[in-house]
Each structure stands twice: as structure tokens, then as C-alpha cells.
T-cell receptor, first 113, second 115 residues
Framework: AQSVTQLGSHVSVSEGALVLLRCNYS??????LFWYVQYPNQGLQLLLK??????LVKGINGFEAEFKKSETSFHLTKPSAHMSDAAEYFC???????????FGSGTQLTVLP | DTGVSQNPRHKITKRGQNVTFRCDPI?????LYWYRQTLGQGPEFLTY????????KSRLLSDRFSAERPKGSFSTLEIQRTEQGDSAMYLC?????????????FGDGTRLSIL
């Protein structure tokens, strides 16, 4: 079964600093990877998806992620954090006949003023 | 695109009662998914429909859980004889097409609290 692991359940950065959220996948076939963001008491919003067309994927709100097959990673980055980026971030992989998403346990991002 | 709508947003009920949640997907989306999210965890897949057919339900947590999508549009998730452990956020998502890279669009969820 395919899975993802998110290293670091909590990450704190200062406003304007680089954001790096880590995700490693376990897959024997090309994975279909996604990053979602969840604000309190809301559902999940798609940030970006990996489609194998390019290893560097740009998403919404200035986020991007780089697919590295050699490291089985799909880390999420943003050059400059904003207070509004404070939220929980989930990495997910799609698999199975249902194309269901298997999520990591999430990373809570705190942005300090 | 009006987004995925879920009702109610919150449900508080006593242990042993039955509850039903509704999900209205994005209108042209043929796939509909239900997930459960407990505190501090990522969502966990429960079941999915392609149009009106429920093609995967082995992940439903017990036989107390059931889902329907009678006309291939909205869906309901029912939990019978609720237990304390059923307290969670129940999320619905929909997507268009069959590809693995088709993104799922999520509703804001129904938060269930069992007294």
C-alpha cells in the first residue's frame, strides 16, 4: 500500500522566512502526490499536485513543491512566510481503484510575527 | 463552481442515537468520497461512489456505517447506534473523471460530537 510520511508535526517560522514542510512517500510505482491545506474548522484546500510533467510544481499562494525520486520526497516550500499561512498542511498520495487519498499525519505551521 | 457543501456543520447527539450527514458535490463531478478525520490526524478514507454506484465500502469502520448516493448527485452517510469513538470530523470530497491525478475537492465537513 502506498503511504506518505510527514516529518515534523509542528513547524514554526518567522514572518518573511522560508517555509519548508517535509513529505516522503513510499511507492513502487510513480506516485500521484498532493499537498492540501486545512484552516481551523474547515475542509481541505488543494495547494498543488504532482503529475509527472515537471519535477517542480507551482501551486497557489506562492507555494511550490519539488518531486525528487532519488529521495522519495515531495517537500513543500514557500520563500517568504505570511501570517495567513498559519494552518495545517497535509501531504497525500492517490492510489487504488477508488483513487482514494492516503494522507500523512499533517504538519501544523505557526508563523511568528 | 459552488463547491462541495456539507450539512449540518455540527452535530451533537447522545450515545446510541442515529445520525445522518448530507453531502452535495460539485454538480458535474462523478466521484464522491467520504473521509473521517480525528483530532491531530489526517483524513482516513471510508467509501466512494462513482455516479450512483458504491464501488468501495470495505473501509467503512463497522456495519453501523452506511452511505448512499441514490441518484448520483447528493450523498448521505449514516451512523447507527453512535458510540463515543465516532466523535470526529466527517469530510466529503468530489472529483471529475477517473485519473489518479484528478484532485479531490473537499467540503467543510460535519463535526460529530457524541455525549
Amino acid at each position: 500500500a502506498q503511504s506518505v510520511t510527514q516529518l515534523g508535526s509542528h513547524v514554526s517560522v518567522s514572518e518573511g522566512a522560508l517555509v519548508l514542510l517535509r513529505c516522503n512517500y513510499s511507492s513502487s510505482v510513480p506516485p500521484y502526490l498532493f499537498w492540501y491545506v486545512q484552516y481551523p474548522n474547515q475542509g481541505l484546500q488543494l495547494l498543488l499536485k504532482y503529475t509527472s510533467a515537471a519535477t517542480l510544481v507551482k501551486g497557489i499562494n506562492g507555494f511550490e513543491a519539488e518531486f525528487k525520486k532519488s529521495e522519495t520526497s515531495f517537500h513543500l516550500t514557500k520563500p517568504s512566510a505570511h501570517m495567513s499561512d498559519a494552518a495545517e498542511y497535509f501531504c497525500a498520495v492517490a492510489s487504488g481503484s477508488a483513487r482514494q487519498l492516503t494522507f500523512g499525519s499533517g504538519t501544523q505551521l505557526t508563523v511568528l510575527p | 463552481d459552488t463547491g462541495v457543501s456539507q450539512n449540518p456543520r455540527h452535530k451533537i447527539t447522545k450515545r446510541g442515537q442515529n445520525v445522518t450527514f448530507r453531502c452535495d458535490p460539485i454538480s458535474e463531478h462523478n466521484r464522491l468520497y467520504w473521509y473521517r478525520q480525528t483530532l491531530g490526524q489526517g483524513p482516513e478514507f471510508l467509501t466512494y461512489f462513482q455516479n450512483e454506484a458504491q464501488l468501495e465500502k470495505s473501509r467503512l469502520l463497522s456495519d453501523r456505517f452506511s452511505a448512499e448516493r441514490p441518484k448520483g448527485s447528493f450523498s448521505t452517510l449514516e451512523i447507527q447506534r453512535t458510540e463515543q469513538g465516532d466523535s470526529a470530523m466527517y469530510l466529503c470530497a468530489s472529483s471529475l473523471g477517473d485519473g489518479f491525478n484528478q484532485p479531490q475537492h473537499f467540503g467543510d465537513g460535519t463535526r460529530l460530537s457524541i455525549l
